[in-house]
């Protein structure tokens, strides 16, 4: 059945059925009937448009989507980002060229949400066995004997059941398939929320580059957007913080941009006039100890929820889609009475194969995060030191900066080294 066609009320067998088709699940469904295995995807949107958008993809990201077979197709929409720059007080402190990392893939790159969705629904949708089903809601998870066997969904046409060998759970952070699973999480708020608004770029910014902005404990994170003419600005508020900040009024807003981008605050004409034209993100991390149950396993988001530092939502998304769909279709292969083993352990191997890049994610965000909230003058001045460090030592940076943006590669060249060194 084509992408997009809905069946009537009833039962659709599949072999996966994927709850979410954002990043994680569309490029689960491609790694996945590109091995022949049938794969239907239920998700609640239509058209694409989904409430949360991370554009900017790792070095690493990119790579993953060459061997997914679109980055080609989606260059023309994609910005390639050349520098990451960092002031603090006002000073430049560190600029960083991604051209000088040793790796084959180099460059982050900023590609709008529903460009790399649309995509990715494209490329699997010339492969038999994918089935798209937008406006679908699931409702409820089927289990039989224990064991989940499917879901249960609402939308166009009336309930529905699709019975799958495998359901893959990848409604992003607040989904609820998770806890019904029985895979809870631990919440963990961080001390701050994000205000996102969008303005237009300076002229003087000619080179993409990801731009911090850094004034004791306030920071500001600014992003280029794939279109070249408009930017992403995240301002740091204290948790709970945007009421007394809405309570100010917006010309408060404005002037947080003055001190923190002042180049953004050249045109009055174009700040926000109202608080409609911002969007809060509320930060938190999600502990999930375990990502597999009979029958389901959870990825993306729903797995292991990050804060935006450093964007890792949408690549680690990918990472999990690329290690767990080869397992699955090598568990799906097996026609014997024991492929409902099979399956649970290769969802068992993928979260030992995904377990660590997400654990060293997680720690790298709460180390910069950490560095962000130094308010005394003392620490601020430390905090300028370690940046220059940075600057100037290419074994701090490969420290330190390699694992938020190459970290697959590095693994890979590691591996590579001491197989060498083996033989």
């Known amino acids: 059945m084509p992408a997009?066609?809905?069946?009537?009320?009833g039962v659709l067998e599949t072999d996966v059925c994927v709850v979410g088709g954002g990043p994680a699940g569309l490029a689960l469904a491609l790694g996945l009937v590109r091995r022949g295995v049938r794969t239907t995807v239920l998700e609640r949107s239509t058209g694409g448009q989904r409430e949360l958008r991370g554009e900017s993809l790792s070095p690493d990201s990119v790579r993953l989507l060459d061997r997914f077979g679109v980055l080609e197709r989606l260059r023309a929409d994609a910005l390639t980002v050349h520098r990451l720059e960092v002031a603090d007080a006002g000073r430049p402190v560190l600029s960083i060229d991604f051209a000088r990392f040793p790796y084959a893939y180099r460059h982050p790159m900023e590609i709008p949400q529903p460009r790399l969705l649309a995509e990715l629904t494209t490329a699997a949708a010339r492969e038999p066995g994918f089935r798209l089903l937008p406006?679908?809601?699931?409702?409820?998870?089927?289990?039989?004997?224990?064991?989940?066997?499917?879901?249960?969904?609402?939308?166009?046409?009336?309930?529905?059941?699709?019975?799958?060998?495998?359901?893959?759970?990848?409604?992003?952070?607040?989904?609820?398939?998770?806890?019904?699973?029985?895979?809870?999480?631990?919440?963990?708020?961080?001390?701050?929320?994000?205000?996102?608004?969008?303005?237009?770029?300076?002229?003087?910014?000619?080179?993409?580059?990801?731009?911090?902005?850094?004034?004791?404990?306030?920071?500001?994170?600014?992003?280029?957007?794939?279109?070249?003419?408009?930017?992403?600005?995240?301002?740091?508020?204290?948790?709970?913080?945007?009421?007394?900040?809405?309570?100010?009024?917006?010309?408060?807003?404005?002037?947080?941009?003055?001190?923190?981008?002042?180049?953004?605050?050249?045109?009055?004409?174009?700040?926000?006039?109202?608080?409609?034209?911002?969007?809060?993100?509320?930060?938190?991390?999600?502990?999930?100890?375990?990502?597999?149950?009979?029958?389901?396993?959870?990825?993306?988001?729903?797995?292991?929820?990050?804060?935006?530092?450093?964007?890792q939502g949408v690549n680690h998304a990918l990472g999990d889609a690329a290690v767990l769909a080869p397992l699955v279709a090598g568990a799906l292969g097996d026609s014997r009475p024991g492929r409902?083993?099979?399956?649970?352990?290769?969802?068992?191997?993928?979260?030992?194969?995904?377990?660590?890049?997400?654990?060293?994610?997680?720690?790298?965000?709460c180390r910069q995060e950490r560095v962000f909230t130094w308010s005394s003058r003392p620490a601020a001045a430390a905090r300028r030191t370690v940046y220059r460090a940075l600057q100037t030592s290419p074994r701090l940076r490969a420290r330190v900066l390699e694992p938020a943006y190459f970290a697959a590669q590095r693994g890979e060249r590691a591996d590579r080294a001491h197989e060498e060194e083996r033989t």
Do not use: C, M
């Open 4 to 9: 997009g066609d809905t069946p009537d009320t």
């Open 340 to 365: 409902a083993r099979a399956v649970d352990a290769a969802t068992a191997a993928y979260q030992r194969g995904r377990a660590r890049a997400v654990a060293d994610s997680h720690r790298l965000q």
């Open 135 to 311: 406006g679908r809601t699931a409702t409820g998870l089927w289990r039989e004997a224990g064991r989940v066997v499917g879901v249960r969904a609402a939308g166009p046409g009336g309930p529905l059941r699709v019975r799958a060998a495998l359901t893959a759970v990848a409604e992003g952070r607040f989904g609820r398939l998770r806890e019904e699973a029985g895979l809870p999480a631990t919440v963990r708020p961080l001390r701050r929320d994000v205000l996102w608004l969008r303005l237009p770029r300076p002229a003087a910014w000619t080179e993409p580059a990801y731009r911090i902005r850094i004034h004791r404990d306030r920071h500001a994170l600014v992003l280029p957007d794939a279109n070249g003419s408009t930017v992403r600005v995240g301002f740091s508020l204290p948790k709970r913080g945007l009421r007394a900040l809405r309570a100010a009024g917006i010309t408060t807003l404005h002037e947080r941009l003055r001190e923190l981008v002042p180049e953004l605050a050249d045109r009055p004409e174009a700040l926000p006039g109202d608080w409609s034209q911002t969007a809060l993100l509320d930060i938190f991390t999600a502990d999930v100890p375990v990502w597999h149950a009979p029958g389901a396993v959870l990825l993306g988001d729903a797995a292991h929820t990050l804060s935006p530092v450093l964007g």
